[in-house]
């Protein structure tokens, strides 16, 4: 009897954290508005946002589901922010094309003195083929490119998300 009391209260106890813990870890992959010091971008729903990251890239978010290529679990999509330092459009886009199995343009625009242009690429990677779609903005001697990439399979669960998010990126 002395142990029933102390037990149902430890039991009450681990169920309250474990549904804290659930529902807290279903957030993170809300969407949510992501704002740095050089960019703000509006992350889907189904990403989660990687923080303390030393990739050394700007923002990096994955999908909650996996893809299976060959014996290798990958996330289904990813979705990354990267700075070029010292370079202008024309050298990253050329770049990106050398290193693509196919690549598609989009538009090129220019607004008060910034240069952007979006792409879609195809690229084979540990078996897989991947879509990545693309956006670049010029910002000062930079450019800095948004970057969602999905395993082909699975472009229809994710690429209409992504093509989304990269329309809300707006360079500081």
């Known amino acids: ?16 954290a474990s549904t804290r813990i659930k529902r807290n870890a279903s957030a ?16 889907p729903e189904g990403f989660l946002h990687v923080l303390n990251d030393n990739s050394g890239l ?5 999908s909650r589901e996996f ?6 679990d990958l996330r289904q999509a990813t979705i990354e922010v990267e700075r070029h330092l010292g370079a202008d459009l024309d050298t990253v886009l050329t770049s990106i094309k050398g290193s693509s199995e196919s690549m598609g ?6 607004d008060a003195g910034e240069k952007a242009a979006t792409a879609r690429s195809v690229h084979i990677r540990d078996g897989a083929e991947f879509e990545t779609v693309h956006k670049f903005v010029s910002r000062g001697g930079d450019v800095i490119e948004a970057r969602g990439r999905v395993l082909s ?3 229809d669960a994710h690429l209409r998300k992504i093509e989304e ?8």
Request: hydrophobic share 50%; net charge negative.
């Open 105 to 110: 343009s989009g538009s090129t625009y220019m």
């Open 153 to 155: 399979e699975h472009k």
């Open 28 to 43: 993170a992959f809300d969407a949510e508005r992501v704002e740095t010091d050089d960019f703000v971008i509006e992350k």
């Open 58 to 62: 700007l923002f990096r978010a994955y």
């Open 1 to 16: 009897m002395e142990l029933l009391i102390p037990g149902l209260i430890l039991v009450a106890i681990m169920a309250w």
């Open 67 to 72: 893809g299976t290529v060959g014996r290798s």
């Open 165 to 172: 998010m990269l329309e809300t990126l707006r360079v500081k």
